[in-house]
């Protein structure tokens, strides 16, 4: 059976894991302001995570507070551990910084360090470098979170070589944002922190809408 | 089984893929030099002539404002629809379209009669569905380089699992300042036409296509290849997000997944070969690893250049064609081996017998991807 054993969502400068907001910035604070808070509160120390473009950075994040208080990193073969993405914008906001960097031709200064983060699978390279992560990947852009793409995704993965995967949805456009992202696997694990529910279309639903934000 | 079908190719060789084959066979290479205004020295890329597009696509009917790459994804799509006859408002057909940039242009403020929304790929996306008629609203992949492989990968995978019988795959990309200034920025533009795994190369030319192809489980719509797809796997290097693995780990893990126990059935290795030092040195290296070095490797990128998330498309299809014709398709721009691996190039166009091939591609965010094909044993 193909469990969802964890997932986080973050949104409203809110992150909540599991359906509970475990931390909260005040509304006032910009995306960026508020990504280095909620980076501050994992208390790691990962310089890299200062060179990623926003939705790398909310995307990293979200499978941080997703994977913290599991062993799913332990449990499972990362050679055999999926990542699934999707969102609806693709990397609109860093193209917008590429193209205004090259709209004048006065002022010409493309820069590799915006245009590299110009594809939106490059958030899967950062989740994958950063854990050692090393199977499918594969990044959808639909026109909002797709439940049943997701599940049957990654349902199809797992009946394959695939063992474990982090699939969700990682967006940034203009001032809106929002990740959701959750950790799936075919094995059964006896972590505490772990909630147990099947991978199916239903449990997506049921998880993306568990969180109260305006509490 | 998961047959291949149908298929399209418009590129600056041709507009079918016929066309494009044959080019390739007379050894036609689509790069020339272009100067460009924010470029003070002309440099190498493949670009398709906007009249023919437009003459092209007019000459389909009368419809609303398109971009670019709207008119080449339809006029692809549609040969491949006339060609095939399926029926697009079929429960069971699916379109993945594979695109790195989509209509990137639109940022350009290119067009003045078509909604700016069009930049967000689902958009892109729902007009192709209205064009067609489509049942379901087609699924968009984004994956950079290995998005055109990838997506044929997914359709087998959809097909296999029972979702759909038919699965359209069209792959996309048009020439833009956008990623021309990018890669520039990278310094990894070829100002000369590209040459793949040579000693000398410098750089990737850049290019645009859009090809199409049917993936199907009905023999009947076999008959253009006579081939299935047997296997596919996708990889991350988990190394670095804009360079290969010096050791190509993950290429190396998705040749491992795809089985390819067989090796003398194996024609040739449909490598992504983009022809920056590093990319080409890591594949031969990931070849050898797997111990794929009696097989020959030919890159297309040296007719085409660079054409993103039409490559894995466009590069599968003229595969299967070199497959029909049991004829290699030389690796233009290759002279002189320049890579570590041990691995050998088509240095011409050869005949050969053989069942089946290896079609590769790696890209930006250490992603990987692989897949087998091979004809229908009768």
Not at chain 1, 115 to 127: A, S
Not at chain 1, 155 to 179: C, K
Not at chain 2, 206 to 223: F, P, R, S
Not at chain 2, 231 to 256: K, M, V, W, Y
Request: aromatic content about 10%.
């Amino acid at each position: 059976m193909n469990s969802i054993i964890s997932y986080a969502h973050i949104k409203h400068n809110r992150v909540s894991v599991n359906g509970e907001i475990i931390f909260q910035s005040p509304d006032t604070l910009s995306l960026s302001e508020f990504l280095s808070e909620a980076y501050k509160t994992l208390a790691i120390s990962y310089p890299k995570f200062h060179k990623m473009d926003l939705q790398c950075k909310l995307g990293f994040l979200c499978a941080e507070f997703a994977i913290k208080e599991t062993d799913f990193l332990v449990v499972n073969d990362l050679a055999k551990t999926a990542i699934v993405l999707s969102n609806a914008a693709s990397s609109l906001e860093t193209d917008r910084m590429h193209q205004n960097s090259i709209n004048d031709k006065t002022n010409y200064f493309p820069s590799p360090a915006v245009f590299v983060y110009t594809l939106p699978n490059i958030t899967i390279g950062e989740l994958a470098i950063k854990h050692k992560i090393t199977g499918e990947n594969a990044f959808f852009v639909t026109e909002g979170l797709d439940a049943g793409l997701l599940a049957n995704y990654v349902n199809m993965l797992l009946s394959d070589a695939t063992e474990a995967a982090i699939a969700g949805w990682v967006e940034v456009d203009g001032t809106n944002f929002e990740a959701f992202i959750f950790l799936a696997q075919k094995a059964e694990n006896i972590n505490k922190n772990c909630i147990f529910k099947p991978l199916n279309q239903s449990s997506v639903i049921t998880i993306y809408n568990q969180t109260q934000w305006t509490h | 089984m998961i047959f291949t079908s149908y298929s399209n190719i418009i590129s600056p060789l041709g507009f079918s893929t016929k066309e494009n084959y044959e080019a390739v066979c007379s050894s036609q290479v689509a790069v020339k030099k272009m100067v460009f205004p924010f470029s003070k020295d002309p440099f190498c890329v493949a670009k398709i002539n906007d009249q023919l597009i437009d003459q092209c696509f007019d000459a389909l009917g009368s419809f609303n404002p398109a971009t670019k790459l709207e008119k080449l994804s339809v006029l692809s799509i549609n040969d491949v629809l006339i060609q095939s006859g399926i029926d697009t408002q079929d429960d069971r057909t699916l379109l993945i379209y594979s695109t790195t940039k989509g209509n990137i242009d639109i940022l350009e403020n290119r067009y003045k009669d078509i909604d700016a929304k069009r930049i967000y790929l689902p958009v892109f996306a729902s007009y192709l569905q209205s064009h067609f008629k489509l049942k379901h609203a087609p699924l968009v992949l984004s994956n950079a380089c290995i998005s055109g492989i990838l997506a044929i990968i997914i359709a087998k995978r959809f097909i296999e699992q029972g979702y759909y019988d038919n699965v359209l795959v069209c792959g996309g990309d048009i020439l833009s300042e956008f990623t021309i200034s990018g890669f520039k920025s990278f310094n990894a533009m070829s100002a000369e036409p590209s040459k793949p795994f040579d000693a000398k190369r410098t750089g990737i030319n850049l290019g645009e296509a859009v090809a199409t192809i049917l993936i199907t489980n009905k023999k009947e719509l076999a008959q253009p290849y006579n081939a299935q797809i047997i296997s596919g796997a996708s990889a991350n290097d988990a190394n670095h997000i804009s360079g290969p693995s010096r050791t190509g780990d993950g290429l190396f893990q998705c040749l491992e997944e795809i089985k390819t126990e067989n090796k003398e059935e194996i024609g040739f290795i449909s490598a992504h070969g983009t022809a920056t030092p590093f990319n080409d040195e890591m594949e031969s290296i990931a070849f050898d690893r797997a111990g794929l070095n009696t097989i020959p490797v030919n890159s297309l990128k040296g007719y085409y250049g660079h054409t993103l998330g039409a490559a894995g498309v466009l590069e599968t299809i003229l595969s299967l064609e070199s497959m029909n014709h049991q004829r290699l398709i030389k690796s233009e721009g290759f002279e002189t081996k320049g890579f570590s691996g041990n691995i050998t190039m088509i240095d011409s166009h050869t005949n050969k017998s053989f069942t089946s091939f290896i079609k590769t591609a790696s890209g930006f965010g250490g992603c990987n991807a692989a897949a087998l094909f091979k004809k229908i044993s009768n």
